[in-house]
Every structure is written in C-alpha cells, then in structure tokens.
C-alpha cells in the first residue's frame, strides 16, 4: 500500500533528481522509497548494496584466475592520459 508523503526540498535538489529519475527510466517516488528502504534495512547484505543493474550483469564475463583489476585500471588510465 503507497501513502503519501510531503517533503520541503531544495528547488534545485529536486530538478537535478527529476532529471536522474528520467535518464534512469524511474520516478522519484521509487528512488525516495529505494533509498528509506536501503537506509532503514536492520542488516545490508551484498546484494542490498549493489543495484539492480549490477547484480544482473554480474557474472556475465568470465575472467581469467590471474586477471588483476587494479593492473587493467592502471593499463586503463595509462592508455587514456598517457597516449
């Protein structure tokens, strides 16, 4: 059951979120209740902090036992700033 609720916030709070909400294909309503849900939950679990997104693309890749994530970020920056 949704209720309905009032909040006092910033003019420019709210337009930034309005336009997060719409390039993410949301409302506010459900990123307020996202947040009340996440910061109110007795325990976290992992995958309460991950999102939605992430947990469905999670595993989708599979890599090799020796491949370092910290080696291919800094290949990664180099590439970029270096070249």
């Given at each position: 059951?949704?209720?309905?609720?009032?909040?006092?916030i910033n003019e420019n709070?709210?337009?930034r979120a309005?336009?997060?909400?719409?390039s993410?294909?949301?409302?506010?309503?459900?990123?307020?209740?996202?947040y009340?849900?996440?910061i109110t939950a007795d325990q976290v679990q992992e995958e309460?902090?991950?999102?939605?997104?992430?947990?469905?693309?999670s595993g989708l890749i599979?890599?090799?036992?020796?491949?370092?994530v910290r080696e291919a970020y800094g290949k990664h920056l180099?590439?970029?700033y270096l070249k």
């Open positions: 059951m949704s209720t309905k609720l009032t909040l006092s709070t709210i337009l309005k336009r997060y909400a719409k993410h294909g949301t409302s506010l309503s459900v990123m307020v209740e996202q009340f849900s996440y309460e902090i991950t999102s939605p997104i992430v947990r469905e693309l599979e890599l090799d036992q020796d491949f370092s180099e590439d970029k």
